[in-house]
């Protein structure tokens, strides 16, 4: 009998644990989705209590409040773009590494337009050393890509000044698009287009 509650002791503790250590995973996952479906407005800690069947305490425990919560996000996006564009220059055949990250952060933008606006609010206006850090580490891979672009033939400094023009670029044609929607205008928008296609023609034909 000790044996047998020793054994369910021992199975409870790790289910616990289980759940506790992906609970941060599923409230992110629960937020994105979310976001995809009602908007940023919508987006609450206790909405995502509801989705996820979490205790709201259990989600106040992980993030203090709805700017936190939007931080985690934003953090996970910048990642998420980081990881696509790394990606991206590991197979770009034929392409330049500028090209091949360039084109990975206009698929990024094409396909998740309500994280990659989320992500700037949280950067421009949450004022979150994390999330800059975030940015900058997306950042360096479209600067390490062009670095190795131009290695042999301009200096370090030039590349970066590259990289920080199309990066500025890139953020700019996307906040065009899409602050020029009307609500509720997914990524086929007319601006959208627009802009995103301008931007792939700088990329590839010049």
Not at 107 to 113: C, G, I, L, S, Y
Not at 148 to 173: K, M, N, S, V
Request: glycine fraction near 8%; charged fraction near 25%.
């Amino acid at each position: 009998m000790g044996e047998a509650t020793a054994l369910t002791s021992m199975s409870l503790s790790k289910r616990r644990s289980y759940h506790v250590g992906n609970v941060r995973v599923q409230l992110l996952s629960a937020a994105r989705d979310l976001l995809a479906e009602e908007g940023k407005a919508r987006l609450s800690l206790r909405s995502i209590a509801g989705r996820t069947g979490v205790a709201p305490g259990t989600v106040y425990y992980h993030y203090a409040d709805k700017h936190a919560l939007l931080a985690g996000l934003a953090i996970d996006g910048f990642k998420e773009m980081a990881e696509a564009m790394r990606l991206a220059v590991a197979q770009r055949g034929e392409l330049s590494g500028l090209r091949a990250a360039g084109l990975a952060y206009i698929a990024f933008v094409k396909e998740k337009p309500a994280l990659y606006e989320l992500m700037y609010d949280a950067r421009e206006h949450g004022r979150r050393d994390d999330v800059a850090a975030a940015e900058m580490a997306a950042f360096n891979v479209l600067a390490d890509a062009i670095a190795a672009d131009l290695e042999g033939r301009h200096p370090p400094e030039r590349a970066r000044q590259a990289a920080q023009a199309l990066w500025a670029f890139g953020r700019g044609a996307a906040t065009l698009a899409l602050t020029c929607s009307e609500p509720g205008d997914g990524p086929q928008d007319q601006v959208f287009r627009d802009s995103v296609a301008g931007l792939e023609f700088l990329i590839l034909d010049l």
